[in-house]
């Protein structure tokens, strides 16, 4: 069949997890036609992958390219604009205007398939109703203080995030956003123009995500809250929207039904990797090392890592951390970041930023154990691929994590690096316990998470949504977790000559090896 698949920022022009996943899914699929249809940066974004055979097309929807010569709308445009513009804020600002603003948002759809919507939404008529909107609907406005500086930049993101409101619709026999947010967009216009059902796949939360990302934004209050109200009523539209929804973890589960979705519809399927890419590693390193790998990233929280080590430096000097992985466009100032803390610490010589690696098993290989900080999380590759070499991992509690670790490695709360260096000490310093885990964690990851099943599920999922089924005709993945009692604080030395502290390291009951629950 033909598949439309919708991304924002990743698959085929930029590397990454979700970028994998889309890889595995297309060339698994070998059956189907897919039709990408990318959210993009510039539009100047060169396709990073090479393509199967199957792809038959990819759209890029540029999102902050200089958009093509604006038309003003006409006398009746405008009025026509006055009204929608007005509506469509409205629901935006009254979170209980859910079922409104499908409808709202379908009229800009209707009207920007005929007029130009970004000129539109820089009109004197867009800011005036936005002032309405936030004079009406918002109490804490009055305290912020809304400017007119702060409508001209609300309805400026609004313009970009709508951009694809303006693209012709793509008919296919099913949609499939690998994402929720932005990326849903096109599948809802095509939903709208052609009837299309679509599977919305989330990794993380869009939503959880954005919170956490426009706390450092440089915006006003105002803004700010227009922007998250914004995606916050459109993730709970998709929700309502898709067909099916398949989220990576049960954490995202949490997160879907909240906001609307609904329970029948919902089916887990973890992402997986192919065992014949991740054969089991042959030894480990001579010196203690734990291995990090994935993007430089804020999300990532690579400066907890780097503060752990600086714990971890004190017990054990001449253990290394190693960080595989690349900078994306965007990213220079956070690299800067790390390495002037790395430098602040004084652990120049026992941290290493290596960059990306040609064989990402090779970063596993590196290290006795593999270590996750991330604050946010799907169904992360770096910890199942780990797994499948054979390393047993010290991850953060955040999304999929638990859900993938189990009981071979150990789950730590996110943002603690105390707790994370002692775990990671403990792994290093425990050959029997390390070595036991790692083949523990070989044997789940080929138990439950290769590709095979999960290109088997979203199979199924297809062929259901093109017959009008739902999702109660998939049979759930679910992978039973078992659960620990979470890992307690460990009080670790300001010198090596506090070896009261350094004992209680080694002791069994410093910290629990089974993976920590909420």
Aim: overall charge negative; aromatic content about 8%.
């Amino acid at each position: 069949m033909d598949v439309a698949l919708m991304t924002e920022g990743t698959y085929p022009h930029s590397f990454g997890g979700v970028s994998v996943w889309c890889d595995q899914l297309v060339r698994g699929m070998a059956g189907h036609r897919f039709h990408v249809v990318a959210l993009t940066g510039t539009g100047d974004e060169q396709v990073g992958w090479e393509l199967p055979a199957n792809v038959d097309s990819v759209t890029s929807i540029p999102l902050w390219g200089a958009p093509s010569a604006a038309r003003s709308p006409g006398r009746r445009a405008r009025k026509r604009f006055r009204q929608l513009i007005r509506d469509f804020l409205r629901t935006v600002v009254d979170s209980a205007e859910q079922a409104q603003f499908g409808e709202s948002l379908r009229a800009l759809h209707d009207y920007a398939q005929d007029e130009d919507l970004t000129a539109s939404l820089h009109h004197d008529d867009s800011v005036d109703a936005l002032t309405d909107a936030w004079r009406d609907g918002w109490p804490d406005a009055e305290r912020h203080a809304p400017t007119v500086a702060d409508a001209l930049t609300g309805l400026q993101l609004l313009s970009h995030s709508l951009r694809p409101l303006a693209a012709p619709p793509l008919k296919a026999q099913v949609s499939h956003c690998v994402a929720n947010g932005l990326a849903v967009l096109p599948a809802l216009t095509a939903k709208w123009a052609h009837g299309t059902p679509f599977l919305l796949t989330e990794h993380g939360i869009y939503l959880r995500e954005r919170y956490l990302g426009y706390r450092v934004s440089p915006y006003r209050w105002p803004v700010k809250a227009l922007q998250l109200a914004f995606l916050r009523q459109l993730c709970s539209l998709a929700y309502r929207e898709a067909g099916m929804i398949a989220p990576g973890n049960i954490y995202n589960k949490r997160w879907e039904e909240r906001l609307g979705a609904r329970h029948s519809i919902i089916r887990t399927v973890y992402n997986g990797v192919d065992p014949a890419d991740f054969p089991a590693v042959d030894g480990e390193p001579d010196v203690p090392t734990v291995s990090w790998a994935g993007r430089i990233d804020p999300i990532k929280d690579i400066e907890t890592l780097i503060r752990s080590w600086g714990y971890v430096h004190r017990v054990m000097p001449q253990a290394r951390l190693r960080l595989f992985g690349g900078t994306p466009k965007g990213g220079q100032a956070y690299l800067d970041r790390c390495q002037a803390l790395v430098e602040e610490l004084g652990l120049g010589a026992v941290i290493t930023f290596e960059g990306r690696v040609d064989e990402i098993r090779d970063a596993y290989a590196a290290g006795h154990v593999v270590v996750l900080s991330s604050i946010s999380e799907g169904f992360p590759y770096t910890v199942i691929e780990a797994m499948t070499c054979g390393r047993p991992c010290v991850g953060t509690d955040v999304g999929g994590v638990v859900e993938a670790i189990g009981d071979t490695g150990i789950v730590v709360p996110p943002r603690d690096p105390e707790v994370l260096a002692g775990a990671c000490v403990r792994l290093l310093r425990d050959d029997e316990l390390r070595i036991r885990l790692g083949l523990a964690a070989r044997k789940r990851a080929l138990e439950h998470f290769t590709v095979g099943k999960a290109i088997g599920t979203f199979n199924e999922m297809y062929e259901c949504l093109a017959m009008g089924l739902d999702g109660t005709a998939v049979t759930d993945t679910v992978v039973t977790t078992p659960v620990a009692a979470p890992v307690q604080p460990l009080p670790l030395p300001t010198s090596l000559a506090d070896t009261t502290v350094i004992d209680r390291l080694d002791s069994a009951d410093s910290v629990d090896p089974v993976g920590a629950s909420r």
